[in-house]
């Protein structure tokens, strides 16, 4: 009878071995992201962007997205964030529809000055990843507005504008909240359609933990 060879055999029992220990990656998308859950998110987010400094806000990228969008200068201006005295307010939280990868992301919609007395409202979008939740351009004071979340992303920001620009920018941001279902309908490209769309969830409460 024919016998494997003992070098043979080795290698099969480490094969079997190293197949044993691989596990298969996750598929499918994230799971949903909640309300509560994307508001106590974003209160940390405000509160460590209130302490001001170019460490605060190298922790607010590390701990986020990485600050590779229109949030990456946060830390050459730490004074542009407003101060533990000037929390925003909550306006609203928006579900957005389900994409590949994501069960469904949540949009904060929030009100506010910044650190100079500038006014914003902004739109901060809360996702989960293999980590936990994580925020997309934390800068909030920024005013970034989402112009188009499907099938790619598009934003522009509150910042530089002239006064008359910048109320025009951000009466649009509140879209979000006024006009939930067409504004839904419009950053989704038209792939959702207007019965797909959750209401939006109020709220006036200072974005703090």
């Given amino acids: 009878m024919l016998r494997p060879s003992p070098a043979l055999l080795g290698s099969t029992l480490l094969g079997a071995v190293l ?8 598929t499918g998308p994230a799971a949903a992201v909640g309300e509560e859950e994307a508001r106590e998110r974003v209160a940390h987010v405000v509160d460590l962007a209130a302490q001001r400094t170019p460490e605060a806000m190298v922790a607010l990228c590390e701990r986020n997205d990485d600050c590779i969008g229109m949030s990456g200068g946060a830390h050459h201006s730490p004074d ?15 579900g957005v529809p389900a994409t590949p990868s994501q069960a469904g992301s949540r ?8 650190g100079h007395g500038r006014p914003y409202v902004t739109h901060v979008l809360v996702e989960r990843d293999e980590d ?59 792939r959702v359609s207007a019965a797909d769309v959750s209401p939006a969830s109020r709220g006036s409460d200072a974005a703090r933990s």
Avoid: K, M
């Avoid at 949009?107 to 910044?114: Q, R």
């Fill in 107 to 114: 949009l904060v919609v929030l009100d506010g000055v910044d």
């Fill in 19 to 26: 197949l044993t220990g691989c596990t298969a990656a996750p």
């Fill in 80 to 94: 542009l964030a407003p101060g533990p005295d000037r929390a925003p307010q909550v306006l609203c939280t928006v």
């Fill in 132 to 190: 936990g939740l994580e925020v997309q351009e934390p800068a909030f004071w920024l005013g970034i507005r989402y112009t188009g979340l499907q099938p790619g992303r598009a934003w522009s920001g509150g910042s530089g504008l002239a006064e008359e620009d910048l109320e025009r920018h951000n009466d649009a941001a509140r879209r979000a909240c006024t006009d939930t279902t067409d504004w839904v309908v419009e950053v989704s490209g038209g």
